[in-house]
């Protein structure tokens, strides 16, 4: 059952912010980090208004906070189908739809790949080194709503010879995205560090004092009347790595809810970004590997849109 607290604002902590205000009640117990989690997440009010985290508070001020009960974090397999590319004894690459959440988190402790990935594959309980407790076998990751090319290990030999590849970037990674706008240049390098967004913990975002280096490589494969079709190469991979960077340069991917245009267009629904191609050292054999997929129907019917306007 959510447990709700409620609390008055007196004059000796008026000013204060709001997630400051909660970590210092005794009987909430929570960190401030899990505070602002709940406050994100619409669990608090102040005089009735869904607050957020640094607002400052006035006297006499009505807070309510809403605490549900712990989820459970113990990892279930479930039958989930996925789309197999390619798979042998030692790793698997798949075809990641939309909407499929890669590893479980809060507010997804269920329905993932993960959950997948243990409904069809067999850990040996000694592969300690296969992503950890909550991550068995993910080697890299896609955002929830961008469809492509994943590879997965399927034993701890595989995770640590991918992981490796991955850390002295040899890991082909190279993405179809429909952009607003039309980039001045056919090809460019993009590079400028990416960490949270310094208000919207949500967020990501270019953040020269804090950020990590991110570096994308971009170039135009076809021009349209306020798009265009780039391939994007990660060089390195951060968080909405893509998203961030091609709204920085202000050419933000068409569809993106969170860092595109606040009318989607062409009938997409979220964000038109595509892991294309994939390409890497298979950790056993040490033979070359490498897949391309097209993109997914809504992407595909986006684009044809565009050609056949341009046709027009």
Excluded at 55 to 76: A, C, N, Y
Excluded at 124 to 147: F, Q, S, Y
Excluded at 195 to 223: I, Q
Excluded at 230 to 237: A, D, F, I, K, S
């Amino acid at each position: 059952m959510t447990a709700e607290f409620r609390y008055t604002v007196g004059p000796e902590t008026a000013g204060q912010r709001l997630d400051a205000f909660l970590a210092g009640q005794a009987d909430l117990g929570l960190t401030r980090s899990r505070i602002q989690k709940l406050i994100d997440d619409g669990q608090c009010t102040a005089d009735g208004r869904p607050g957020k985290a640094g607002w400052k508070l006035e006297s006499g001020q009505e807070i309510v906070m809403r605490v549900p009960p712990p989820q459970s974090t113990e990892l279930v397999a479930e039958a989930i189908p996925l789309d197999v590319v390619y798979e042998d004894d030692d790793v698997m690459v798949i075809n990641k739809p939309r909407g499929l959440v890669v590893h479980p988190a809060a507010g997804h402790w269920q329905g993932t790949l993960v959950n997948a990935l243990l409904g069809q594959i067999e850990y040996d309980e000694d592969d300690e080194g296969v992503g950890g407790t909550l991550r068995p076998g993910i080697v890299h990751r896609l955002d929830k709503d961008t469809t492509g090319l994943l590879v997965v290990a399927k034993n701890d030999r595989s995770m640590v010879a991918l992981q490796e590849q991955i850390r002295l970037r040899q890991v082909k990674r190279e993405y179809l995205a429909l952009v607003h706008g039309e980039p001045e240049v056919d090809a460019g390098r993009i590079e400028a560090p990416i960490g949270r967004h310094p208000s919207d913990r949500k967020r990501m975002a270019v953040n020269l004092k804090n950020g990590r280096d991110a570096v994308t490589h971009f170039r135009v494969l076809e021009r349209f009347k306020d798009f265009s079709l780039v391939v994007c190469r990660l060089e390195t991979g951060r968080t909405h790595q893509i998203r961030v960077h091609m709204a920085y340069i202000e050419h933000p991917v068409a569809g993106d809810p969170t860092y595109g245009r606040r009318k989607l267009a062409l009938g997409l629904t979220a964000q038109a970004l595509h892991a294309w191609r994939l390409g890497f050292t298979h950790p056993a054999t040490g033979a070359d590997l490498e897949f391309e997929l097209p993109p997914p129907a809504d992407m595909q019917a986006a684009i044809d849109l565009l050609r056949a306007a341009d046709r027009s």
